[in-house]
């Protein structure tokens, strides 16, 4: 008898309805694809993962895979066309103006009442839940992740190589680190790809800016990109740019190949900006393919720089959430408590475990120590080959995990770094400073907010790279104001104005 049987007849003696038979259920699932280069074994194929949740649930899962890359393209795509929807579907990032349009036509089904009623589900912290609700309804199950989890990590043995051994304690040390990285031969500083976001966000706050959005003195709204510590970090940007320091073919390098950069020997970049917890498991590669000394790590995690004014602030990667998981309304009513019961289930430590590790013994292994590790024991130096087994039997299905209750999953052993990134989000958490509009309601933001701020990133980059000029950058501001961003402070402002 499937579990996901069990779980429904127990919402039954609870009085709920729910229309759950005792055969197989497929569960039609959209997922942005890390992993594009690889194979992908599917259930009728022999994917024993899915065999496995398919064993524990009774659910077989049909999974169209979607280049990370292409993912927010696409996903507008789907939206625009509800005949079409997948049943569940990862909605990436923060909310945006087809998402927030589409849940108010109707496209998702509406789960706020619905997620106390689940065990685990109803574990999720309510301030998240509030922060990717729309209208104050709650139509995702938000995929959780740590709050202080952005930063910057470098290559410290090739910082001593520069000459530099002390570990950067304000923004000009940043800043001066970066520069002798940069003129280390065949490298790059700052390790960029096409996802632009996270390292001119992380880089701006660091130096001051308010992040999206800051309020003045007088009450006056107004977007970051107009403070001044703003354009300071992009000018750096713009300056180890043009030192070499960063790789001027950076916007052709999709987000899944970011890593290639820094996992060869040796590595053509030496410092990133982006999830911290990249960082350690940049170093567990080290350990494991380039004879790094765990006692010694060579990547230093680099967390609360204070500007130059003495302040400390932490670009916020997330709300406490990475995007949410949506049933559409391509699930009829009477399947919707079976697909809940389901999404429930992925967040029991087996549900976890099968999306976020896979199979024990085929995918990740416990070794005498008791840790978790992804190849058998005795195997480091093989640890590859597993990997590329794992690529096409797990592939991105942790893409399906929610989390909502906490990691559950059997823990790794941790070095030297995953201890400190571990106590990092716990120092790190005061100085994650907040979008202040992120409650308020725009209309102009939700029909065309996203569209200006690509429009603006994208001068950005351009002005990074020198392709264009603080006169062409102003432009592009101004294009922001006149297509809608006066509309949208406006609206901010009145809001923001209300709440006082």
Not at 162 to 173: L, Q, R, T
Not at 277 to 284: T, V
Not at 418 to 428: A, P, T
């Amino acid at each position: 008898m499937r579990k996901i049987i069990v779980i429904c007849l127990a919402l039954l003696v609870l009085g709920m309805s729910t229309a759950m038979a005792a055969e197989d259920m497929t569960l039609n699932v959209m997922l942005p694809d890390f992993y594009s280069d690889s194979d992908w074994v599917t259930l009728e194929a022999g994917n024993p993962v899915l065999q496995a949740i398919y064993e524990a649930t009774g659910v077989k899962l049909n999974v169209t895979w979607v280049p990370n890359s292409g993912y927010a393209e696409m996903t507008s795509l789907t939206m625009a066309d509800p005949k079409n929807m997948p049943e569940v579907m990862v909605i990436q990032g923060p909310r945006d103006a087809i998402t927030i349009s589409s849940a108010r036509a109707g496209a998702f089904w509406d789960l706020t009442d619905y997620i106390p009623q689940y065990e685990h589900l109803a574990q999720g912290q309510q301030s998240t839940y509030d922060n990717t609700s729309i209208d104050g309804r709650i139509y995702g199950i938000y995929r959780a992740r740590a709050y202080a989890r952005a930063g910057i990590y470098y290559r410290n043995d090739y910082a001593a190589k520069a000459g530099i051994e002390k570990v950067p304690a304000n923004v000009d040390e940043f800043k001066a680190l970066c520069m002798a990285l940069a003129g280390l031969d065949n490298m790059y500083a700052i390790n960029m790809c096409k996802y632009v976001t996270g390292t001119i966000g992380i880089t701006t706050v660091m130096f001051g800016a308010p992040y999206q959005y800051g309020i003045d003195a007088d009450g006056k709204v107004y977007p970051a990109f107009e403070d001044a510590k703003f354009q300071e970090g992009l000018d750096f940007l713009r300056d180890l740019y043009a030192a070499g320091g960063i790789d001027p073919n950076f916007m052709t390098i999709e987000s899944g190949n970011w890593d290639d950069a820094e996992r060869v020997d040796p590595p053509k970049a030496l410092m990133r900006l982006d999830c911290l917890d990249n960082g350690y498991r940049y170093e567990e590669w080290l350990e494991a393919n380039s004879g790094v000394d765990p006692e010694h790590p060579a990547v230093t995690l680099l967390t609360a720089i204070p500007n130059s004014e003495g302040k400390i602030q932490i670009w916020p990667q997330n709300t406490g959430a990475s995007g949410e998981i949506v049933i559409t309304k391509a699930v009829p009513e009477s399947k919707l408590q079976a697909v809940l019961a389901f999404l429930d289930w992925c967040n029991t430590e087996e549900g976890q475990t099968l999306l976020n590790c896979g199979l024990q013994d085929k995918t990740y292994w416990i070794h005498e120590d008791g840790f978790r590790y992804t190849y058998p024991e005795g195997e480091m130096e093989n640890s590859n080959q597993y990997d590329i087994y794992t690529r096409t039997v797990q592939h991105s299905l942790n893409q399906l995990g929610m989390n909502v209750n906490g990691d559950l999953t059997p823990p790794m052993a941790q070095n030297i770094l995953r201890v400190q990134y571990n106590q990092n989000l716990i120092d790190n958490a005061q100085y994650v400073i907040a979008n202040p509009c992120l409650t308020f309601d725009s209309e102009t933001n939700t029909l065309m907010g996203a569209t200006l701020n690509t429009d603006v990133e994208d001068a950005q980059v351009q002005y990074i790279a020198g392709k264009i000029d603080m006169n062409g950058l102003k432009a592009a501001y101004q294009d922001w104001y006149d297509m809608g961003g006066e509309m949208i402070l406006a609206e901010y402002q009145a809001a923001y104005d209300a709440s006082k």
